[in-house]
């Protein structure tokens, strides 16, 4: 997916002045955002009070939404860079296609895994038959700076390792979680796993110390180590935890997200991260009058522009609107 904000913010994030260093309860609010016409989405990432998580960096829950009637989501060409994109779905199908020649439809329980490198095009569309219910997460990942310039590349995996205790599955979708690890290619030490829990589940959940982890909830709600998380949420843990107690009631998805501290300062805007402002001003020029990007092959319609940039200069540690 991409960030369809016509205004985004230029945001400097990373290092390690903003990590928890010990285990936290903090629980942020998305913000509800439109994307397109019809298609609310909840950003957990970046957030006011905290704009990533390891090298987690962007996070959108969507649905579930009744497309039925509608063309779903349609989101034309556009460029990434300095990023993985994760898709996840609970609900639907979503049809990508991108500017290496990869096509595939994103079915629930698959990954979709693009890594941006130096540059990439992709669509991102419901097929024109699809099932009523679309629900999903569009993750992004900052890729450090060794591996920014990497070439492009797609993975799409259907068969994801799961973890199982009673009333719980943990899909491993990034990363690893009590020895199962995801054939997801990651840049960075990081894990990302759809837990689903059964009405009246409880169970311990084995983490890394050395990472930072979050929680939030896709559907239903559970007690995360006590406290309760609902859909529209997140819930930042910190690090040096060694397990954690996940509950649910009523039954749940939860999406648990970890990673080391990400050291490096990074700037994001739009859909791209790089290192500096003129960086992404580049970077923007480019697509617009794509010398560097590529095209989506036999796509029918226009991609999409850039946004402007923002007036102002950015300040370290700050961000600009
Ligand atoms: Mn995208």
């Known amino acids: 997916m991409s960030n369809l904000d016509r205004t985004p913010g230029l945001t400097q994030c990373g290092g390690l002045a903003g990590i928890a260093a010990a285990p936290v309860h903090e629980l942020f ?24 998580v ?3 960096c962007f996070v959108d829950h969507y649905g579930p939404d009744d497309i039925a009637a509608g063309p779903g989501m349609q989101v034309p060409p556009h460029p990434h860079m300095g990023l993985q994109t994760v898709s996840w779905l609970l609900d639907g199908e979503v049809h990508h296609r991108d500017s290496l020649g990869s096509e595939a439809v994103i079915r629930p329980g698959q990954l979709g895994l693009m ?9 991102e569309q419901s097929p024109v038959a699809h099932p009523a219910r679309l629900h999903g997460v569009q993750l992004w990942v900052a890729l450090p700076d060794g591996s920014r310039n990497a070439a492009p590349a797609w993975q799409h995996h259907d068969a994801l390792p799961v973890v199982t205790d009673t009333g719980l599955a943990a899909t491993v979708i990034m990363g690893s979680l009590a020895g199962a690890t995801s054939p997801g290619r990651a840049y960075t030490p990081l894990m990302g796993v759809d837990v689903a829990l059964a ?15 979050a929680v939030l909830a896709m559907s239903g709600w559970a007690e995360v180590d006590g406290v309760e998380v609902t859909p529209g949420s997140m819930l930042y843990l910190g690090c040096r935890r060694r397990e954690l107690r996940v ?18 300062q990074i700037v994001m805007w739009w859909n791209f991260v790089g290192r500096s ?16 990007f590529g ?24 961000s600009v609107r």
Do not use: C
């Open 29 to 52: 609010a998305g913000k509800e955002v439109l994307l397109g016409e019809s298609t609310q989405v909840r950003r957990l990432l970046p957030n006011l009070g905290r704009r990533l």
């Open 54 to 56: 390891g090298s987690w």
């Open 115 to 123: 890594t941006s490198g130096y540059g990439i095009v992709h669509a």
């Open 199 to 213: 009405a009246g589940a409880e169970s311990l959940l084995p983490l890394e110390p050395d990472f930072e982890h």
């Open 247 to 264: 509950r649910s009631e009523p039954g749940s998805r939860l999406l648990l997200l970890g990673g080391e501290p990400f050291e490096e």
């Open 277 to 292: 402002s003129e960086e992404i001003t580049t970077a923007r020029e480019e697509w617009m009058t794509g010398d560097r």
């Open 295 to 318: 095209v989506v092959a036999d796509y029918d319609g226009d991609p999409l522009a850039a946004p402007s940039m923002p007036p102002g200069r950015l300040k370290p540690g700050g």
